[in-house]
């Protein structure tokens, strides 16, 4: 993954942000969305991209297109910022695999101890119940 070709393929538009804000929001364009196409892209491998289709397929638009907004401040630069800080860390975090888990057995001692705890524990129910009168 190269960063810098993919800081060049990203679109940004400003909008109106929504929300209150008086006179001056009705002027401003300071919500930012950001788009970027997966496909289109060369600062990706095609394995790569694969797998960032398959774990963004709720986020994605239009085939392959991904698209963030930000209108967290009143600053456009600062939602600039912070849509492209929140895009990299979206790429970062699904581009790395997860460590899978190795599964082991339960050592002969812990097995031991899970079976006296479930006999002492069925005594103590045992012993709360109503005497048997025959």
């Known amino acids: ?26 002027k401003v364009s300071s919500k930012i969305e950001l788009a970027f196409d997966i496909l289109a892209s060369n600062g990706l491998s095609e394995k790569e991209k694969i797998m960032l289709i398959d774990k963004l397929t709720n986020r994605i638009a239009k085939g392959s297109i991904l698209i963030l ?5 009143r600053s456009q630069h600062k939602n600039k910022e912070i849509v492209i800080q929140r895009f990299f860390n979206l790429l ?29 524990n069925s005594l103590k129910k045992a012993l709360r119940k109503k005497p048997k009168i025959d």
Request: glycine fraction near 4%.
């Open 69 to 73: 907004t930000s209108q967290e401040t």
């Open 1 to 26: 993954m190269n960063f810098s070709i993919i800081k060049n393929e990203l679109l940004f538009k400003a909008t109106r942000s929504s929300g209150a804000g008086g006179q001056h929001v009705n």
């Open 92 to 120: 970062k975090e699904n581009l790395t695999r997860k460590k899978y888990r190795i599964q082991t057995k339960p050592t002969r001692s812990s097995v031991k101890k899970k079976a006296e705890n479930k006999r002492k």
